[in-house]
């Protein structure tokens, strides 16, 4: 079994900065895309940022030039740097990773974890 724990959100000032972190862990062979999206009320979830184990990253729009994402491969973390946050970040933000696990019926295989997220609120 594969767990994604996510941490380091909170309730932050606009302008002000925030880290989260999400740490894999279980039966893990390899991490390969990690994630962060978020959902806001009567929103979709939207991707914010993503970086592959080559660590190439990606970015949504609205948060370019204000977050930054990295990923420690030796613990299997991913971080998001959030800085001159706006109000409009307010959101429960998830991590999300395409992962090869191993399993003694299945052997290798890919599948998809989700963390449970962590509430991000940027007000005055």
């Not at 079994?1 to 999400?22: D, K």
């Not at 978020?38 to 929103?43: A, E, L, M, V």
């Not at 090869?100 to 599948?111: A, C, E, Q």
């Amino acid at each position: 079994q594969v767990q994604l724990v996510e941490s380091g959100g909170g309730l932050v000032q606009p302008g002000g900065s925030l880290r989260l972190s999400c740490a894999a862990s279980g039966s893990i062979f390899s991490v390969n895309t990690m994630d962060w999206y978020r959902q806001s009320p009567g929103k979709q979830r939207e991707l914010v940022a993503a970086i592959t184990g080559g660590g190439s990253t990606n970015y949504a729009d609205p948060v370019k030039g204000r977050f930054t994402i990295s990923r420690d491969n030796a613990k299997n973390t991913v971080y998001l740097q959030m800085n001159s946050l706006k109000s409009e970040d307010t959101a429960v933000y998830y991590c999300h990773s395409d992962l090869y696990v191993t399993d003694h019926d299945k052997g290798i295989h890919l599948i998809s974890a989700w963390g449970q997220g962590t509430q991000v609120t940027v007000s005055s």
